[in-house]
């Protein structure tokens, strides 16, 4: 792997050969290492670099056939995703079909990749279509340096930063996965072109447990559970990443709010509720729209005020415990809230409930003394991980985030501050006794934090719970309280969140369960299927124990409608239901119960 982000995402074989390539093409001064497939990240080493696929298709015996299918595939040197931007053809299955075709013929090759630093002028690095001059002008003209590196395959030169292996026979245990639009460059204004992911690995059987892996992905993915389960919907009319509740999704969205918020009560929080937006002043005084704003939806300008949708809510908060003049014996003031909040984020990152633009945060703001640091962080995090052993969350890591000490533009520039913050969050993690790793430049702008990293099912690892220590905003809000001497002194304030947002948490318990919710949170906990529509003695004995199970606070359904039972079933079990309570005649006459478990094909029968 390469010491910069731009190598390290591509500096991965099991080839000991590679190890001239890889040098040539990492920048002056950068670390190279070599690491094996097995151990890489396949999320991110195991995935070819854009231009070694591109090289492939572009097959040099025939590169005018291979121009027709692609019509000039280009790349952008800061691309994090392996890509084949093609650009004039809708992406068929015949398109993909052919490129498939063109890649396995030249990977059965020994077709070399070889390095070289050219003038960016020069007629090597021409396009192989004037489709594409456009982009290959664009990219060189805004290089830095006056040459530019080049890969040679055959007849056919790539522009490109590297690194590549060193032919096509290492790339044969390949497949073309998926493909999605995408703007040149990342840029709205620019046209769309589209982006095509392959995997590749050392080994056919390597390959095949990996795309076993993606459709094990694709069956936990939470969009199509919750699709399957009528729980959220987004329409691109409401706006992209707005995703919608639906009734049975708005179910689990209150029951996780309950849980929580009375865990919460229970510790003395104490909670609140705030407007979604907030002038822009408010957001200058706190410095999120110095060092947020990017992430901001644009301001309302509103008889001559300034709004935006808060992006987070510790101003709010902030305010709120300025409300009131407070002694030391008040202390701590933990505030907390289920809060709307609304980011601009990427349509490109963009993922159903686990990552939208607006959200809703379990939030909270707890206002201590510095004696108080500890003993607060500490209750802080057994909250989040006896949270975890309630939905048996088991597979996580620690994470203590620090500023760079060289970012002045990120971080409120006070060394002192931030020295002290990181000092005492490191003795309290020492302390309790928390195994943690530290992350460099992963810090909140005002302070630093403890972030607990998931690992779900399939995917990559991500923040869902973290505490933030934070001296910065409260001398901003200039926030005081009365000590014991009689002196005016400032608050530390504790950021946390335990759930995260309630949105990517479902989304969370929803992969990881595969909709297969405990009983206490699914939307629906049991429904009712007479065996017959027609029978009016039956339907009253359904109708009668509906209403006993709603009347004990049973989440129940009753599906009568004119379809074959087997039918019935087969759709309850794809909604995921507990309980499918099956009612005869028999079970009418005897006033009893059958029900079979989901997942089950067992059917037990009870008296009422």
Same mark, same amino acid.
């Given at each position: 792997?390469?010491?910069?982000?731009?190598?390290?995402?591509?500096?991965?074989? !099991?080839?000991?050969?590679?190890?001239?390539?890889?040098?040539?093409?990492?920048?002056?001064?950068?670390?190279?290492?070599?690491?094996?497939?097995?151990?890489?990240?396949?999320?991110?080493?195991?995935?070819?670099?854009?231009?070694?696929?591109?090289?492939?298709?572009?097959?040099?015996?025939?590169?005018?056939?291979?121009?027709?299918?692609?019509?000039?595939?280009?790349?952008?040197?800061?691309?994090?995703?392996?890509?084949?931007?093609?650009?004039?053809?809708?992406?068929? !299955?015949?398109?993909?079909?052919?490129?498939?075709?063109?890649?396995?013929?030249?990977?059965?090759?020994?077709?070399?990749?070889?390095?070289?630093?050219?003038?960016?002028?020069?007629?090597?690095?021409?396009?192989?279509?004037?489709?594409?001059?456009?982009?290959?002008?664009?990219?060189?003209?805004?290089?830095?340096?006056?040459? #530019?590196?080049?890969?040679?395959?055959?007849?056919?030169?790539?522009?490109?930063?590297?690194?590549?292996?060193?032919?096509?026979?290492?790339?044969?245990?390949?497949?073309?996965?998926?493909?999605?639009?995408?703007?040149?460059?990342?840029?709205?204004?620019?046209?769309? *072109?589209?982006?095509?992911?392959?995997?590749?690995?050392?080994?056919?059987?390597?390959?095949?447990?990996?795309?076993?892996?993606?459709?094990?992905?694709?069956?936990?993915?939470?969009?199509?559970?919750?699709?399957?389960?009528?729980?959220? *919907?987004?329409?691109?009319?409401?706006?992209?990443?707005?995703?919608?509740?639906?009734?049975?999704?708005?179910?689990?969205?209150?029951?996780?709010?309950?849980?929580?918020?009375?865990?919460?009560?229970?510790?003395?929080?104490?909670?609140?509720?705030?407007?979604?937006?907030?002038?822009?002043?408010?957001?200058?005084?706190?410095?999120?729209?110095?060092?947020?704003?990017?992430?901001?939806?644009?301001?309302?300008?509103?008889?001559?005020?300034?709004?935006?949708?808060?992006?987070?809510?510790?101003?709010?908060?902030?305010?709120?415990?300025?409300?009131?003049?407070?002694?030391?014996?008040?202390?701590? #003031?933990?505030?907390?809230?289920?809060?709307?909040?609304?980011?601009?984020?990427?349509?490109?990152?963009?993922?159903?409930?686990?990552?939208?633009?607006?959200?809703?945060?379990?939030?909270?703001?707890?206002?201590?003394?510095?004696?108080?640091?500890?003993?607060?962080?500490?209750?802080?995090?057994?909250?989040?991980?006896?949270?975890?052993?309630?939905?048996? #969350?088991?597979?996580?890591?620690?994470?203590?985030?620090?500023?760079?000490?060289?970012?002045?533009?990120?971080?409120?520039?006070?060394?002192?501050?931030?020295?002290?913050?990181?000092?005492?969050?490191?003795?309290?993690?020492?302390?309790?006794?928390?195994?943690?790793?530290?992350?460099?430049?992963?810090?909140?702008?005002?302070?630093?934090?403890?972030?607990?990293?998931?690992?779900?099912?399939?995917?990559?690892?991500?923040?869902?719970?973290?505490?933030? @220590?934070?001296?910065?905003?409260?001398?901003?809000?200039?926030?005081?309280?009365?000590?014991?001497?009689?002196?005016?002194?400032?608050?530390?304030?504790?950021?946390?969140?335990?759930?995260?947002?309630?949105?990517?948490? *479902?989304?969370?318990?929803?992969?990881?369960?595969?909709?297969?919710?405990?009983?206490?949170?699914?939307?629906?906990?049991?429904?009712?299927?007479?065996?017959?529509?027609?029978?009016?003695?039956?339907?009253?004995?359904?109708?009668?124990?509906?209403?006993? @199970?709603?009347?004990?606070? #049973?989440?129940?359904?009753?599906?009568?409608?004119?379809?074959?039972?087997?039918?019935?079933?087969?759709?309850?079990?794809?909604?995921?239901?507990?309980?499918?309570?099956?009612?005869?005649?028999?079970?009418?006459?005897?006033?009893?119960?059958?029900?079979?478990?989901?997942?089950?094909?067992?059917?037990?029968?009870?008296?009422?």
């Amino acid at each position: 792997y390469g010491s910069s982000p731009e190598t390290m995402s591509w500096c991965s074989f !099991s080839y000991s050969n590679q190890l001239t390539a890889t040098k040539n093409a990492a920048p002056e001064g950068t670390d190279i290492g070599i690491t094996t497939w097995p151990s890489a990240d396949p999320e991110k080493s195991d995935y070819l670099k854009p231009s070694q696929f591109f090289a492939i298709s572009a097959d040099s015996k025939n590169p005018a056939e291979a121009a027709k299918i692609l019509n000039y595939i280009t790349n952008s040197a800061d691309c994090n995703n392996v890509l084949l931007a093609e650009r004039g053809i809708p992406l068929s !299955s015949d398109v993909a079909e052919a490129i498939s075709s063109n890649l396995d013929e030249s990977s059965q090759q020994v077709i070399d990749f070889i390095y070289n630093v050219v003038d960016p002028h020069s007629s090597q690095v021409n396009p192989p279509s004037a489709d594409g001059s456009s982009e290959v002008n664009d990219l060189i003209s805004n290089l830095e340096d006056g040459n #530019i590196t080049v890969y040679d395959q055959g007849d056919f030169t790539d522009l490109c930063r590297g690194p590549h292996v060193d032919n096509t026979k290492l790339c044969k245990n390949f497949k073309l996965v998926k493909h999605s639009g995408v703007y040149w460059k990342g840029d709205a204004s620019n046209h769309v *072109m589209q982006r095509i992911y392959g995997v590749c690995f050392p080994t056919a059987e390597e390959l095949e447990a990996h795309l076993k892996e993606l459709e094990e992905a694709k069956e936990r993915d939470h969009r199509k559970i919750g699709k399957e389960m009528e729980l959220f *919907m987004t329409d691109d009319l409401v706006g992209r990443g707005l995703p919608m509740f639906l009734p049975k999704g708005y179910t689990v969205w209150q029951e996780l709010e309950n849980y929580i918020k009375d865990k919460e009560r229970r510790l003395g929080y104490l909670h609140v509720m705030t407007p979604c937006v907030g002038t822009v002043n408010l957001y200058k005084t706190s410095g999120h729209w110095d060092n947020y704003k990017e992430n901001m939806f644009p301001p309302m300008e509103m008889e001559g005020e300034s709004f935006v949708l808060r992006p987070m809510n510790c101003p709010h908060h902030m305010m709120i415990y300025a409300n009131t003049q407070h002694s030391y014996k008040d202390l701590p #003031i933990r505030i907390g809230e289920i809060a709307h909040d609304f980011r601009f984020e990427a349509s490109g990152t963009l993922k159903g409930i686990e990552r939208g633009r607006h959200f809703c945060q379990n939030d909270a703001h707890l206002f201590v003394t510095p004696e108080q640091i500890e003993s607060e962080f500490s209750k802080v995090v057994d909250l989040i991980f006896n949270t975890y052993k309630d939905f048996g #969350i088991t597979d996580y890591r620690c994470v203590l985030s620090l500023r760079d000490p060289e970012d002045k533009v990120k971080y409120h520039d006070d060394d002192e501050m931030w020295n002290n913050a990181e000092n005492a969050l490191r003795k309290v993690l020492n302390d309790l006794g928390i195994e943690y790793t530290e992350e460099i430049g992963e810090a909140a702008f005002y302070g630093p934090k403890l972030d607990v990293n998931v690992k779900p099912a399939v995917g990559n690892e991500y923040t869902l719970s973290t505490c933030q @220590l934070d001296f910065c905003l409260p001398a901003k809000f200039n926030l005081t309280y009365v000590d014991k001497d009689g002196q005016k002194k400032t608050p530390v304030v504790l950021h946390r969140a335990i759930l995260g947002s309630l949105d990517r948490f *479902m989304a969370y318990i929803l992969e990881e369960t595969k909709g297969n919710l405990p009983l206490w949170l699914a939307p629906v906990q049991a429904m009712i299927l007479p065996v017959k529509n027609d029978d009016e003695e039956l339907n009253a004995y359904a109708h009668d124990l509906y209403g006993y @199970l709603l009347d004990n606070n #049973i989440r129940a359904d009753i599906d009568e409608r004119a379809e074959k039972l087997g039918y019935r079933v087969r759709e309850a079990q794809v909604k995921k239901i507990p309980y499918l309570i099956i009612l005869g005649k028999q079970e009418a006459q005897d006033g009893t119960v059958s029900y079979r478990l989901h997942g089950q094909q067992h059917t037990t029968t009870v008296s009422r």
